[in-house]
């Protein structure tokens, strides 16, 4: 999306001045739409449909045209997203500021603009102080959950492809992630830029935000498949990031599976398949990532000729037994 105009975001009028948002009334909109985190640019850029997202940027002021008001928002990779709006508190008008925003967001087809209605905003100051405790509150439940767990079972590296255990839900939000899965991806793969290591941390974050995989799976998976390596060929033809079949890459319509971010776009999507479909069977959670990991390597007719169980060949074993050892060291136990 082409940046603005900066003599728009500049444009403000008094009559848009409407009493501030409580925090708290903001807190209530947030819960109401089970969110937690903010989406990354990924997400809004591969939205198909309608969807509310919290959003974060800095304010840059208020557009008005004709009846019709708008919010112009800076977003975290620097474009300039309108955001229409029928009211706006007082401390958003005149002065730019750091913002969280509530979205109710809408693509018709993948080559329109993103149409943006605002439900509710606040300050980027009054959010994150919340946010750092509830992550310190996470932390200190993840920690005393990892100490017990040691207590009880063991290292869990010696669970290969049976048994079961939680993996904590962390809610950092995805702009602060991101510096960090870059920084772990160009460690794995040097050879990287930086803007392609930024490009695929952004790809994992936004599309496990998507569609409801942990990251620190596809990270996990990513490694074992390519260790980000975005051309990896195996000798079976499998292609990119996450390796993906050419069968898969047609059932998802890539146009171009060496396209980190397409790439990632098919390996959340599969994956996500898979383990929807073996929950569905199992009802058990851990067994649904094994069996959908199988699935993932083998496919899920050698996963089914073996009775729904892990099929017994050396590569899949080997496979489903480093992706989870690896999860779960992601997830911080060790």
Not at 129 to 143: D, G, H, M, Q, T
Not at 226 to 243: C, I, K, T, Y
Request: a neutral charge.
């Amino acid at each position: 999306m082409k940046r603005l105009p900066l003599v728009l975001t500049l444009f403000f009028v008094a009559a848009f001045q409407t009493p501030a948002q409580d925090l708290k009334d903001y807190l209530r909109v947030r819960k109401s739409y089970g969110i937690v985190e903010s989406v990354g640019v990924p997400a809004l850029e591969t939205l198909v449909g309608t969807r509310v997202f919290e959003v974060q940027g800095v304010i840059k002021g208020t557009l008005r045209t004709g009846s019709r008001m708008s919010l112009l928002l800076e977003r975290t990779d620097g474009q300039t997203q309108a955001i229409d709006a029928s009211k706006v508190p007082d401390w958003a008008i005149g002065t730019e500021v750091p913002a969280r925003l509530i979205i109710k967001a809408t693509r018709v087809h993948e080559d329109d603009e993103i149409s943006a209605f605002l439900i509710a905003v606040a300050k980027e100051e009054d959010i994150q102080p919340i946010e750092a405790r509830l992550v310190a509150s996470v932390a200190k439940v993840a920690n005393a959950n990892h100490r017990a767990g040691h207590s009880r079972k063991g290292d869990l590296s010696r669970f290969a492809v049976q048994g079961t255990h939680k993996v904590q839900t962390w809610t950092v939000p995805s702009d602060r992630a991101t510096p960090q899965y870059a920084a772990y991806i160009k460690h794995h793969n040097p050879k990287l830029s930086d803007d392609e290591a930024v490009r695929i941390a952004e790809g994992i974050l936004g599309y496990s935000r998507r569609y409801g995989v942990d990251a620190r799976l596809i990270v996990a998976m990513v490694i074992c498949e390519s260790d980000f390596n975005p051309n990896e060929v195996s000798h079976a033809g499998a292609m990119g990031l996450g390796q993906l079949m050419p069968d898969t890459v047609q059932d998802y319509g890539i146009t171009n599976p060496f396209d980190s971010v397409q790439n990632l776009y098919g390996t959340v999507r599969e994956i996500r398949s898979h383990i929807d479909k073996y929950r569905g069977e199992t009802g058990d959670e851990f067994q649904s990532l094994v069996l959908g990991l199988a699935a993932y390597n083998a496919g899920e007719g050698a996963v089914r000729r073996h009775g729904n169980n892990v099929p017994p060949y050396r590569e899949t074993q080997a496979y489903v037994r480093k992706v989870i050892k690896l999860y779960y060291h992601l997830a911080g136990y060790r």
